[in-house]
């Protein structure tokens, strides 16, 4: 009483499972203590080999000396007789993944099995030898297998043409081409498995020759086979024959006309298939398509929700290539938008979406947004692309159809999902003309908390893009730069790229982008530095190809220019020739010479001038003989001659600096006066 007190004080009791703490090691241990026994234990016997298979289908990886182990310890249970511990044995070998070495053991067990007057032995044994066979056994065991498939059982002979597939994977067809007689026989057995597994091996050995599977289609076409499984794999190769063939061939109506046939048939199953080969075939007429839809039709009413789901699913693409057809099932959608199963909902308002006019978009739209939390990412991208569709047919609705995206933009969903919402509203965007704005101020909200760095980099390349030619371009910049504060290097390196293009292609914000992206020269990240300081030189680059084409734009002189060009040489200055200041100078020396206002001052340095400007001629044509000076550019200034040793010594060193634009020009000459001696060699330094 006490004991029982105690159990019914309990709240669950559960007895303790076999599958509870248990681990590699420790199942490995437990094999090597039962399967070595010498009285084999059959109920541990099973209990481990169940942990060992449930480890296995958990992902369980036993290495190399472990699966050995376990393999010869598996094998020393074919001495017992008991049907259900062999069937645990067959399921542990075929999943234990051995090399053929060490697989000599076993396949002399089941090769014993496989001429065993039990029928589950002879099965099993096959379908394990099939998968740890060498393919150059397979000729030792053909007659044993060539056999099974004419037997009797139609136990032995599903597993032996499920067999046959594996081994032509992994030998090729030249064997089993050998055994198409056989299959041929087993094909026309009354076991609905046998006939299925039968046409797939045929199908398989025969693929490649398109004139043989048309002979085999037409002849079960006239005489359809009984099994349910083995009809629609017949539909199946019948729609691929006839695509590939473009329906065209000597058989091409009678195939069509049996896929017309299967349509009045009793079962569900046979039905769907034939109604969904002849939708998909695309070279149909609406015509030949409708007897098909109709039957469609009659599905979506179905109390079965597999058969409405089937149903609604091949008219959405259907649709596509023949909408005035679905047209008629639009009573029977519109009925399926309540639907308990949300994923039949979603497939009836988007093939609504597809059929409808302009006048439904709003009321359809309305009723998306109740459930669209309540299905699956893959449905809410098959709803988008009908989205997508429906607003370029219908372009002023596109201001409902792009809020609807961009509240999709702020729930809940995965990286493919959201994926495809940022395509949808970049195609719209780039349709339609007037959504432009409304969607790039959507992009910005939707990069302020995108959680996927990949689809924030594409948003801000198509800002970069599209950004700066809208009618306010600055009220984004505040969007991208708050992705330099707080995103990941990748979406970091993408908002200076976004930046610079707003620098380059608004003027008015090119100072305002230079500051920002001087902030960026201090960043962690390699990428972002590099990109901050090429698009900084960039656009200051520009900036003075501006400045100098504001300059050129009042029509300098050459006259000026010339001028100009004298007095920089007479001052020799070491900073460049400046436009914006050199040539001021120049206008105004210009006036002064038309006024004839010069002084005695002005015109004693224009004397001066004169030599200079010629002697700087001449060493530029004397420089210019020397080979390789000329692809230097022009001379810009010639440097006064140092020396670089005392002139009381015994050699005398002295140089002068030409000074080119990209390149510097060094003269050193060696006098030695005592026998007048001159040596001149000349350095170019980049």
Known sequence: MGDRGKHDDDD??????????????????????????????????????????????????????????????????????????????????????????????????????????????R?????????????????????????????????????????????????????????????????????PM????????????????????????????????????????????????????????????????????????????VMYEAAKALCSLPFLTAVQVSPAVNVLHDFLSSPVPAQRFAAVKTLSK?????????????????????????????????????????????????????????????????????????????????????????????????????????????????????????????FCEFIEDCEFPELSVKVLHMLGEKGPLTDNPSKYIRYVFNRLILEVPSVRAASVSCLAKFGVAVPNLTDSIIVLLTRCLNDVDDEVRDRAVFYLNLLKTTQRSHAKSLVFSEEISLTNLECSLQVYLEKCQDKPFNLMTDIVEAKQQDEREERGTFDDTNDAEEEEAAPVVSNAVTVEKELALIPGVETLGGLVKSCDECELTESETEYVVTCVRHIYPKHVVSGLSFRYPKVWFLLIRFFVFS
């Open 12 to 121: 669950v009791y559960e007895e303790e499972s076999i599958f509870d703490n248990i681990t590699t090691t420790s199942v490995l241990q437990d094999a090597r203590k039962v399967f070595n026994e010498r009285n084999l234990r059959l109920g541990d016997c099973s209990r481990v080999l169940t942990q060992i298979l449930y480890l296995i289908s958990q992902g369980e990886v036993y290495t190399s000396e472990e699966s050995i182990e376990l393999f010869f310890s598996v094998t020393k249970l074919f001495q017992s007789d008991n049907i259900h511990l062999r069937r645990m044995i067959y399921l542990v070998i075929k999943d234990l993944n051995v090399d053929k070495d060490n697989s000599l053991i076993v396949v002399s067990c089941l090769s014993k099995d496989m001429t065993n007057e039990q029928d589950l032995y």
């Open 318 to 442: 259907v649709v596509v290539q023949y909408p005035l057809v679905v047209t008629s099932c639009s009573v029977e959608l519109e009925r399926l938008i309540t639907d308990n199963n949300r994923n039949i909902a979603t497939l009836a308002i988007t093939t609504l979406l597809k059929t409808g006019d302009e006048d439904n978009v709003d009321r359809l739209m309305k009723s998306i947004t109740g459930f669209m939390n309540e299905i699956s990412d893959d449905f809410k991208v098959v709803l988008v692309e009908a989205i997508k569709t429906l607003c370029l047919k219908f372009p002023h609705k596109h201001h409902s159809l792009i809020n609807f995206l961009a509240a999709s933009m702020r729930q809940e969903g995965g990286f493919t999902f959201k994926k495809t919402l940022v395509t949808t509203l970049l195609t719209i965007i780039d349709k339609i003309e007037e959504a432009k704005d409304v969607g790039l101020d959507h």
């Open 194 to 269: 046998a006939q299925y597994n039968a046409l797939a091996l045929l199908y398989k050995i025969k693929e490649q020759d398109r004139l043989a599977i048309s002979k085999i289609v037409t002849a079960l076409a006239r005489k359809p086979l009984s099994g349910t499984m083995a009809q629609c794999l017949h539909i199946r190769i019948v729609h691929n024959l006839l695509k590939y063939n473009e329906g065209k061939g000597s058989n091409a109506a009678e195939l069509l006309q049996f896929l017309q046939d299967c349509l009045r048939n009793r079962n569900f199953a």
């Open 123 to 191: 099965a099993n044994s096959i379908r394990v030898l099939a998968k740890i066979i060498d393919s150059t056994m397979v000729s030792g065991i053909e007659r044993f297998l060539k056999q099974a498939i004419v037997d009797k059982n139609p136990f032995v002979v599903i597993s032996t043409l499920v067999a046959s597939q594996h081994i032509l994977k992994r030998t090729g067809a030249e064997l089993v081409k050998r055994w198409v007689n056989e299959v041929q026989e087993a094909l026309a057995s009354k076991s």
